[in-house]
């Protein structure tokens, strides 16, 4: 791409220009981040989440309607009419695809950090994401499914089944005793691991504070414990595994 005689986007080839689109969304999304990153940092991570449901509701709306008209789709309330009149097995792969990215993108983070500054660094920055990710993604769901404050170890249950990560791995949950005991059957990233013959990833300083803030967000009153989770040996039928309670 010749970028030497450019002075605006008017100089730009189609190739260009659209190449230059894309960054912008790419921009957009950066900025999102980096407002919410500095509303935590002024006011705390509960007071950002409530000004991002406020500024996301309000931002779609308006990205959706200008998008439909320059792109010359229809919206309803903030939603493609396309992706509405979908058939149901496609917006079900349509979520796959979108969860299969998000993972992807998890692993070329750490790769990234990884390559220049080495694994222990990957490893703090990947369980201080998941230390934000997961409390917003509880959000997210409560809102979603509309839980209520204290839906309890059933809302919690319901919840793990709206996660990103549910719509890539194969998971389950029982009860034992009054305990909601969650199991990660198959999961795709330590599976293509065992494929390659390597060693399990060791994720639990993750999962810590993963499940730990994910359960507490749904509601402040329940407690998790890990049953395992690599570097924990484990059995054939999990990866990792986890109990719930409720603290009355």
Not at 132 to 157: C, Q, T, V, Y
Not at 233 to 244: K, L, N, V, Y
Request: aromatic share 10%; net charge negative.
């Amino acid at each position: 791409m010749d970028t030497n005689r450019l002075r605006s986007a008017e100089d730009m080839s189609q190739a260009q220009l659209s190449e230059y689109a894309v960054d912008l969304l790419h921009r957009t999304i950066v900025h999102h981040t980096l407002w919410f990153r500095e509303v935590e940092h002024q006011l705390g991570f509960a007071r950002a989440m409530e000004a991002m449901d406020e500024a996301w509701g309000k931002t779609r709306a308006i990205a959706v309607k200008r998008l439909s008209e320059e792109l010359d789709f229809t919206e309803t309330d903030g939603v493609p009419d396309a992706l509405l009149s979908m058939p149901k097995e496609n917006q079900l792969r349509l979520i796959d695809a979108i969860a299969k990215n998000w993972l992807a993108q998890d692993g070329v983070w750490f790769q990234a950090v990884e390559k220049t500054h080495g694994m222990n660094d990957a490893k703090r920055c990947n369980d201080s994401t998941w230390s934000r990710f997961s409390p917003f993604e509880a959000h997210a769901i409560k809102k979603l499914l509309g839980l209520g404050e204290h839906p309890g170890l059933e809302g919690l249950e319901r919840a793990l089944n709206f996660r990103m990560y549910s719509r890539l791995n194969r998971q389950s949950c029982q009860w034992e005793n009054g305990a909601l005991i969650f199991e990660m059957n198959d999961c795709r990233v330590q599976s293509a691991r065992v494929r390659k013959g390597l060693a399990d990833y060791p994720c639990k300083s993750a999962g810590l504070v993963e499940y730990a803030r994910f359960a507490e967000t749904i509601d402040d009153r329940i407690r998790t414990e890990c049953i395992g989770c690599p570097p924990d040996a484990h059995p054939a039928e999990w990866f990792c595994a986890w109990r719930f309670t409720i603290n009355e």
